[in-house]
């Protein structure tokens, strides 16, 4: 089993920055891909981004391309979203996620994660 925690959310103002961390323990030498989805009141779960556990291979919604980025430090079993120019729209609840399936395309199999995390709450202020 895995376990994914989640730290990081809190209320920033639009253009601020926020780094979301997501700590994952258990069997975590089975994972492969790791990602982050957002889910706003009122709207499904999305796609945000992931990684492969190589590194080699990075997607993301097209909402948040060149302003957030997904990182990940395998040392200490930590996964990163480094959030930029945030944007009222950003406003969300973020779950890390885990899979052991792997892509050379990361976004092709994240969406089916077996592992999820509780959740971090962002919001921001226009």
């Known amino acids: 089993q895995v376990q994914l925690v989640e730290s990081g959310g809190g209320s920033v103002q639009a253009g601020d920055s926020l780094r979301l961390s997501c700590a994952a323990s258990?069997?975590?030498?089975?994972?492969?891909?790791l990602g982050w989805f957002r889910q706003a009141p009122g709207k499904e779960r999305e796609f945000v981004g992931c990684?492969?556990?190589?590194?080699?291979?990075?997607a993301y919604a097209e909402t948040v391309k060149g302003r957030f980025t997904a990182s990940k430090d395998n040392a200490k079993n930590m996964l990163y979203l480094q959030m930029n120019s945030m944007k009222a729209e950003d406003t969300a609840a973020y779950y890390c996620?885990?899979?052991?399936?792997?892509?050379?395309?990361?976004?092709?199999?994240?969406?089916?994660?077996?592992?999820w995390g509780q959740g971090t709450q962002v919001t921001v202020s226009s």
């Open positions: 996620a885990a899979t052991r399936h792997y892509d050379i395309s990361c976004d092709r199999v994240i969406g089916d994660a077996e592992y």
């Open positions: 258990g069997l975590t030498l089975s994972l492969n891909t």
């Open positions: 990684i492969n556990w190589n590194g080699v291979s990075t």
